[in-house]
């Protein structure tokens, strides 16, 4: 049981009646709260807003992201304890850096003034930081400012954090740099901001619901939203200059390009270029006749020998890592490289580039298009009609045969696994894999429609982030993918798994190692059983150590309820960590 957080002195004050009724108002219809607080509850649920609460803050931002990111409907994250904001923060840069909108709810800052420079530390960087109304404001102004922050959200394709008790001249002070680019919604005159610091007067009290005007105020400043970053015309010329010279370009796209898909096919077929992904936006160019598959370790021969055959390589929204360049083995020694991030720190980070551009993926891709139409290539570029047919034939694990390795100890051979879930599962799924030792099998083997049926979670987070994404999406089948350590790590978010009336398929891959700190793998504790665990918090479980048992997986299907885990016993081979291991230092000795 989730244990309810009683309001510190700071959050006393808060009436939560207001707020609950503007997050309804705003279209809000679920928040996620990284604990319980008691006089909260009520308040949302009284008008419908369903209310959350996973086993522990990081589960409660990775599970608000997923919702996010899959669902067309508004969701919330309510941060509480001085912890909140601390043990959401890497969910909220993910979230920045993948473009995800998400209401983030602030009811205070914490006591103290080191805590509270810190949380002004985190805010500055995140950049994107707005308070409700300060004083003597009405519910109806309130409900303005949250449906606006909703908005802004959106708008700007990032999470948006909300001071519900905007910090006064004795609390923390707001992100200035936020503060200039965004200013404060529903700010009062200076009248107003003179009053004095009585939680009374705070414009979300229970003193404050006399005055019932819902406009704002004829000196209040309209939110300003930054425009995104653009390229210089110098690098974009030079950019335009590379790829008319490359006859054999290949485009890499990472999750910083999640909402450039289609532009950047564009930009390719104009060049010719060959299209490939991350493993973190895997299926961004399912259906693609041009897309080779996703880059770096998990790349299968052909289409490794295809990157490496390049003579340009553009990188837009990822850092060509280890991961993505095979330690930079998967690079030609003769390939010029060119990398678009919005994060200028990001360029050449991990390789040597040639051409750096510190500006948003899809506007640089957009002004490449014009660009390129005033000065089109003079030739086909990688696209040849025996390319075409050695893609179609040669980049899909699915097409690639292997050798199954030997399944002494009744134990399943993972990919064998992971085709013929493939198989029997239904094609419209969405797919959360967790990043760990198992997470190959399902990136290879188990094929999406599209990209936003994906998500690429962080360790420990890939059930909570499962449980998001089956929130959004009700009606559709959720599959998480994670190896026998993450499960047992997060084994308490099954608790809110199964209070999820969603199919959610938990597939564990286990091998009987466990990752150990110097990266080896050692015996698994013979004494711990997933399937207890999985009945213990009220889920369905089964063993799998040959085909035949995945008839537990049909019979399921044909009434998905409660979420089911299967723990799969699966042979220990992986095989894509052998170049990593070998040489985990990135080549620095490119031109």
């Known amino acids: 049981m989730t244990t309810p957080l009683q309001p510190a002195a700071s959050r006393a004050a808060l009436n939560w009646?207001?707020?609950?009724?503007?997050?309804?108002?705003?279209?809000?219809?679920?928040?996620?709260?990284?604990?319980?607080?008691?006089?909260?509850?009520?308040?949302?649920?009284?008008?419908?807003?369903?209310?959350?609460?996973?086993?522990?803050?990081?589960?409660?931002?990775a599970l608000a992201l997923a919702h996010a990111r899959f669902s067309p409907d508004r969701?919330?994250?309510?941060?509480?304890?001085?912890?909140?904001?601390?043990?959401?923060?890497?969910?909220?840069?993910?979230?920045?850096?993948?473009?995800t909108p998400l209401l983030v709810l602030l009811p205070s800052p914490p006591a103290g003034p080191a805590p509270a420079q810190a949380w002004a530390a985190m805010l500055d960087e995140l950049g994107v930081v707005m308070n409700l109304p300060d004083r003597g404001s009405s519910p109806g102004r309130t409900r303005t400012v949250i449906a606006e922050a909703a908005h802004a959200a959106e708008t700007c394709l990032r999470p948006?954090?909300?001071?519900?008790?905007?910090?006064?001249?004795?609390?923390?002070?707001?992100?200035?740099?936020?503060?200039?680019?965004?200013?404060?919604?529903?700010r009062g005159n200076d009248e107003d901001n003179d009053h004095g610091d009585d939680a009374a007067d705070d414009g979300i009290t229970k003193d404050g619901e006399s005055d019932y005007s819902d406009r704002r105020q004829d000196d209040e400043e309209p939110l300003s939203l930054p425009d995104a970053p653009t390229a210089d015309?110098?690098?974009?010329a030079a950019l335009t200059h590379l790829l008319?010279?490359?006859r054999r370009p290949v485009f890499i796209a990472g999750r910083g390009a999640s909402d450039a898909a289609a532009t950047i096919e564009h930009l390719a077929e104009q060049t010719g270029a060959l299209l490939a992904t991350t493993a973190a936006s895997y299926g961004l160019f399912t259906g693609n006749p041009w897309h080779i598959g996703i880059a770096g370790a998990l790349s299968t021969p052909d289409t490794a020998e295809m990157i490496r055959g390049a003579d340009i390589v553009v990188a837009v929204g990822c850092s060509l890592d280890a991961w993505t360049t095979r330690?930079?083995?998967?690079?030609?020694?003769?390939?010029?490289?060119?990398?678009?991030?919005?994060?200028?720190?990001?360029?050449?980070?991990?390789?040597?580039?040639?051409?750096?551009?510190?500006?948003?993926?899809?506007?640089?891709?957009?002004?490449?298009?014009?660009?390129?139409?005033?000065?089109?290539?003079?030739?086909?570029?990688?696209?040849?009609?025996?390319?075409?047919?050695?893609?179609?034939?040669?980049?899909?694990?699915?097409?690639?045969?292997?050798?199954?390795l030997l399944e002494f100890d009744d134990r399943i051979d993972p990919r064998t696994l992971s085709l013929l879930l493939d198989s029997i599962l239904p094609a419209e799924r969405t797919l959360i894999v967790e990043e760990g030792s198992a997470m190959a099998y399902p990136l290879c083997y188990l094929r999406i429609p599209d990209a936003r049926s994906y998500l690429l979670a962080p360790p420990n987070l890939g059930l909570a982030s499962g449980i998001g994404a089956?929130?959004?999406?009700?009606?559709?089948?959720?599959?998480?993918?994670?190896?026998?350590?993450?499960y047992l790590s997060s084994a308490a978010d099954l608790q809110t798994a199964a209070q999820v009336d969603t199919p959610l398929l938990i597939v564990v891959y286990d091998d009987n190692t466990t990752p150990t700190r110097a990266g080896r793998a050692a015996p698994a504790d013979a004494d711990v059983d997933p399937i207890q665990i999985a009945a213990g918090y009220g889920c369905a479980g089964a063993v799998v150590t040959r085909p035949p048992h995945l008839s537990?997986?049909?019979?399921?299907?044909?009434?998905?309820?409660?979420?089911?885990?299967?723990?799969?016993?699966?042979?220990?081979?992986?095989?894509?960590?052998?170049?990593?291991?070998?040489?985990?230092?990135?080549?620095?000795?490119?031109?």
């Open 17 to 61: 009646a207001p707020i609950g009724a503007a997050l309804a108002a705003a279209g809000v219809q679920t928040v996620i709260a990284t604990a319980d607080i008691a006089d909260a509850r009520p308040a949302f649920t009284d008008h419908q807003v369903h209310v959350i609460v996973p086993r522990h803050p990081e589960a409660a931002a």
């Open 75 to 99: 969701v919330a994250l309510l941060l509480t304890g001085d912890s909140g904001l601390s043990a959401t923060w890497p969910q909220l840069v993910a979230a920045a850096v993948t473009r």
């Open 160 to 186: 948006l954090v909300v001071h519900l008790a905007p910090p006064g001249p004795r609390r923390c002070a707001a992100s200035p740099r936020s503060a200039a680019r965004y200013g404060d919604l529903g």
């Open 233 to 236: 015309p110098e690098a974009i």
């Open 552 to 591: 537990t997986v049909t019979a399921w299907l044909a009434e998905p309820h409660p979420p089911l885990v299967l723990h799969a016993h699966v042979t220990h081979g992986a095989w894509w960590l052998d170049a990593l291991v070998s040489d985990p230092a990135v080549s620095e000795a490119r031109p």
């Open 327 to 404: 330690t930079g083995t998967l690079l030609g020694p003769g390939a010029r490289l060119a990398q678009i991030d919005i994060r200028p720190e990001a360029l050449g980070l991990h390789q040597v580039i040639h051409l750096g551009i510190a500006a948003d993926a899809a506007a640089t891709v957009e002004a490449l298009i014009p660009a390129l139409q005033a000065e089109p290539p003079p030739h086909s570029g990688y696209r040849t009609t025996a390319v075409c047919a050695r893609i179609a034939a040669q980049v899909s694990w699915h097409d690639i045969g292997y050798q199954p």
């Open 470 to 486: 089956a929130l959004a999406r009700p009606g559709r089948l959720t599959v998480i993918a994670l190896d026998l350590d993450s």
């Open 244 to 246: 008319t010279q490359a």
